[in-house]
């Protein structure tokens, strides 16, 4: 199939081909024409599935019937809300793209910047409004934003609304907006009370799965190292040695622990920076930028900044500290082998991190296999079988033993 058998309008396809689509992916093909016939959608897919289109594309056909009354004067017709600021982004540049030979006009809000660009643009009028919660909620109060004339809500990302505390504030957007609509709702996970917003906002939806819910891609190499704590960042910087990965992408559950980590990484004189929610945006989009052109070699990013990051060819991702939430791995590791490409998850996991990495292997119904890095192997680590062991305090026991030998070790190696 190509995108020419799904009955789209040609400035549309010649978008598509301008940017080297031929081939819809499994959820375009199943979405794609759902979405046309003015149906509910329930989406299901993983990251890096392609469902961006699945949805921005069929929108644009659609809006591109609409006729404008009074006359030049745009109202908005669909909207799409996202959890952050990078996937809002992200998804407005992908309108830009397939929209480029139509007359739509569309724009993205997000905050940690200044509303002026934004309500200017709004002023003006638009067809289609990209756009986080907190944003939104906050110009709607301020009478920028009238949702009247809405036609197409679609929800994107509901679990990570989910997971960041959005929930309460998309359904103080959805009794805003008008009763009959069409409503896309994609989710990469499907837990209960995901589940539950979906049956409350959808109406008959048609269920589209490309793949079964919380699934890794086939072409994603995972492996796990176990490696103490204070040691991950050694282990961290001796992966690097290898001059074949050219951009890595490094995850890190808190902000200051992206930080700590790019310190360490410029000490080593290795180009890093970090992008969190403690960034301007202007420095996350910097960094973004750099990394994309790969002026910057390492990017350290915690799950909330990284969602929206969409890298062409990032062949590797780390989990320097592992999600104490087992479907986040799956969000992470997406980052790459996208598009069918191959790609390298690598995990480190400390002592505290067990549990956290049974809760992964029993989500994904995998078990990952443990590497052993050449640093390891000369200096030690803890094995996996180490890691069954219960804790001693005994101040002879193997594990503060193997403490205290890598303690030495770099108090030599500082020298």
């Known amino acids: 199939m190509t995108f020419d058998n799904l009955q789209l309008i040609e400035p549309i396809l010649k978008a598509l081909k301008s940017e080297g689509y031929e081939v819809p992916t499994p959820i375009q093909q199943q979405a794609i024409p759902v979405v046309l016939q003015g149906r509910d959608l329930l989406g299901c897919a993983q990251t890096g599935t392609g469902k961006t289109a699945a949805f921005s594309v069929p929108i644009l056909q659609l809006l591109s019937k609409t006729k404008y009354q009074p006359k030049n004067h ?14 809002a982004i992200q998804i407005g540049e992908s309108i830009e793209a397939y929209g480029k030979y139509t007359d739509l006009k569309h724009t993205v809000i997000f905050g940690g910047v200044s509303q002026l660009a934004q309500t200017n643009a709004l002023k003006k009028g638009i067809d289609i409004l990209v756009a986080t919660p907190g944003r939104l909620l906050d110009l709607m109060g301020q009478g920028f934003i009238d949702l009247k004339h809405l036609q197409i809500f679609v929800l994107d990302e509901a679990d990570r609304m989910l997971d960041m505390g959005f929930i309460h504030d998309v359904k103080k957007v959805i009794a805003k907006i008008p009763h009959q609509r069409q409503t896309l709702f994609f989710s990469a996970t499907m837990p209960t009370e995901i589940q539950k917003l979906a049956n409350t906002i959808l109406t008959d939806p048609v269920k589209v799965e490309v793949t079964p819910v919380s699934s890794t891609a086939e072409k994603i190499q995972q492996l796990v190292y176990f490696v103490e704590k204070q040691n991950k960042k050694h282990l961290l910087i001796d992966i690097l040695k290898d001059n074949a990965i050219q951009t890595l992408l490094v995850f ?90 191959d ?23 995998k078990t990952i296999d443990s590497g052993e890095h050449q640093w390891q192997a000369k200096f030690g680590n803890i094995t996996s079988k180490e890691l069954e062991k219960p804790k001693s305090n005994h101040k002879n026991s193997p594990t503060s033993g193997h403490k205290n030998k890598k303690r030495v070790f770099y108090k030599k190696r500082s020298n």
């Open 252 to 341: 890190t559950r808190t902000k200051h622990g992206a930080d700590k980590v790019v310190k360490d990484l410029v000490r080593a004189n290795i180009t890093a920076e970090a992008i969190h929610g403690n960034k301007s945006q202007n420095a996350r989009q910097r960094a973004l930028t750099n990394f994309k052109s790969k002026d910057t070699r390492v990017l350290v990013a915690t799950d909330i900044a990284a969602r929206g990051i969409d890298i062409d060819d990032l062949t590797h991702v780390i989990n320097y500290e592992l999600p104490n939430v087992p479907e986040t791995y799956v969000h992470r590791i997406g980052r790459t082998g996208r598009a069918g490409a």
């Open 74 to 87: 745009r109202v908005i017709h669909s909207l799409i809300l996202t959890p952050t600021r990078e996937l």
């Open 343 to 365: 790609g390298i998850a690598l995990s480190f996991c400390d002592d505290e991190e067990r549990l956290f990495l049974k809760d992964i292997q029993k989500l994904i119904a």
